[in-house]
């Protein structure tokens, strides 16, 4: 559906993009021959693979600084008094606490940092979809892991102009290779952006609630289902809330956003 949309000069920038990365014979990050845009030894930049990955707040994922530890039980270079366990227990940040989003939990694979950040600006703006499939394939085993076999996959929708001029919904590209990975069925046609809204960047946390308020609305389909719904990338978490509050309208009874990345906490 999203190449349909794109127009012949979008098309020849995701087809340079797309020859570039298709076929990798070296790592997109250090640029060492493998077999795969990431090698094993950049793969440590996602927390599946790190053994100091950080413990993440249970509704939205963010980083909990304070509670860094590393899977091995060992406080960290710098941690005082930190809580360290091996069976840590689901924790929620101050934030969801005060003001609980509309999505019951969050997957994250890594934080929005280097040297994963750079790989979504080229599949954001740039075009590189094979990127998609790296992120993709690994949100489709983090959600194989959860093993909830009832669930819908439902990208976060672009507004329409925004996909025009994009060419393609990076968070569809990143459903369709999660869903054949997890086994769940994926559909874009069951959440829409009712009105086009302001860009988010640069708006504070409140800003991005209000401009969002509204925004999305979900199709009678999702009623009494669970739905993952899927994003590049989280922020503050208020679009993947608007798009969860519209979900939870819809009826639908469970939603877990999984995302690719992670914004860590500014301070
Ligand atoms: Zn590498
Ligand atoms: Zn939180």
């Not at 459903?175 to 069951?190: F, I, T």
């Amino acid at each position: 559906m999203s190449f349909l949309h794109a127009t012949f000069p979008t098309l020849a920038k995701l087809a340079g993009g797309w020859l570039r990365t298709a076929l990798p014979d070296h790592c997109a990050l250090c640029h060492r021959r493998a077999a795969r845009q990431i090698c094993a030894d950049c793969a440590h930049a996602f927390d599946a693979d790190r053994t100091d990955a950080p413990l993440r707040c249970r509704q939205c994922a963010v980083a909990l600084p304070s509670l860094t530890t590393r899977r091995d039980g060992i406080a960290p270079p710098g941690v005082v008094g930190a809580t360290i366990c091996r069976t840590p227990q689901p924790l929620v940040c101050g934030q969801c606490l005060r003001l609980r989003p509309a999505f019951d939990a969050t997957l994250a694979l890594a934080d929005y940092v280097a040297p994963l950040d750079t790989l979504m600006i080229r599949l954001k703006y740039h075009g590189a979809l094979p990127f998609a499939r790296e992120f993709g394939e690994r949100l489709g085993d983090a959600l194989l892991t959860r093993s909830d076999t009832t669930a819908l996959m439902v990208p976060v929708p672009l507004a329409p102009s925004r996909l025009a001029s994009r060419g393609f919904n990076q968070a569809w590209e990143l459903s369709r290779v999660a869903s054949r990975r997890a086994h769940l069925p994926a559909s874009a046609h069951l959440l829409h952006r009712e009105r086009t809204t302001a860009a988010q960047r640069g708006l504070s946390r409140d800003e991005r609630r209000r401009n969002l308020r509204g925004a999305f609305v979900a199709s009678d389909r999702v009623r009494g289902r669970r739905v993952v719904l899927v994003d590049d990338v989280m922020t503050t978490g208020a679009t993947c809330d608007a798009a969860a509050a519209a979900l939870k309208r819809a009826g639908a009874t469970h939603v877990l956003a999984a995302v690719a990345l992670r914004t860590p906490p500014t301070s």
